[in-house]
């Protein structure tokens, strides 16, 4: 059965840093691209930064060098380091599968998952 399981958001000053994680269960999941996913109240969800499952990333240009994914496929588990926090990344991040080859924010998402987590709520402050 598939589970997403997001954690490590918090409240932080502009120019701060929050590590964020997600548990991932279900065959969905393990050969994927996975993907990190932002949204804001009254605006789209937007893929942030996605990772094959050989480890190749894309980033949206906004959050490049300053965001890094990674993922442990032994341990299920994705990750999205966040440094040099600006206020405008405050969202709710959710973990879901992404489309091979889809580079952040060069296409709006034409791809829907019937299932997601609950997010973890990230909240950066001047």
């Known amino acids: 059965q598939e589970r997403l399981v997001e954690s490590g958001g918090g409240t932080v000053q502009a120019g701060g840093s929050l590590k964020l994680s997600c548990l991932f269960s279900?065959?969905?999941?393990?050969?994927?691209?996975l993907g990190w996913y932002r949204q804001v109240p009254g605006k789209e969800r937007e893929l942030v930064a996605s990772?094959?499952?050989?480890?190749?990333?894309a980033y949206l240009d906004s959050v490049k060098s300053r965001f890094t994914i990674s993922r442990n496929n032994n341990r299920d588990e994705l990750t999205l380091q966040m440094n040099r926090l600006k206020v405008e990344d405050s969202a709710t991040y959710y973990c879901?599968?992404?489309?091979?080859?889809?580079?952040?924010?060069?296409?709006?998402?034409?791809?829907?998952?019937?299932?997601w987590g609950r997010g973890t709520q990230v909240t950066v402050s001047p």
């Open positions: 879901n599968s992404a489309p091979l080859g889809v580079v952040p924010g060069t296409e709006e998402m034409w791809w829907s998952y019937d299932y």
């Open positions: 279900g065959s969905t999941y393990s050969l994927s691209t």
């Open positions: 990772i094959s499952w050989t480890a190749v990333e």
